[in-house]
């Protein structure tokens, strides 16, 4: 089976009220077998323009698995909280 890779870039304007939406979205990882593989540390840039502010990456056991946790209740709530205080932008990738 081939793994999955959830990859998010946020930019947060509103560092206290995040910390809401991190507890929520820690539930939805947690009900849904993500293994946190990165999570907010220190980015380096070795090549290109890219300066991401906050990366993320999650890991699932499969593409199905990544999308039922993205499509989750327990991610909603998560998200619902995120509104107006910080831009995500998240792809899923097929991985090894």
């Known amino acids: 089976m081939t793994s999955a890779y959830i990859i998010a870039n946020v930019t947060v304007t509103n ?18 077998g993500a293994e946190v593989c990165v999570r907010g540390g ?19 056991p499969g593409m199905e698995q990544a999308r039922a946790f993205s499509a989750s209740a327990e991610y ?14 998240m792809v899923l990738v097929e991985g090894v």
């Open 76 to 89: 909603e709530a998560a998200r619902q909280s995120r509104q107006g205080i910080a831009v995500m932008r």
């Open 15 to 32: 560092p206290e009220q995040y910390e809401t939406y991190k507890k929520l979205s820690s539930i939805a990882m947690q009900v849904h």
């Open 42 to 60: 220190k980015v380096e840039v070795l090549e290109g323009d890219w300066s991401p502010s906050r990366l993320v990456v999650l890991k699932f």
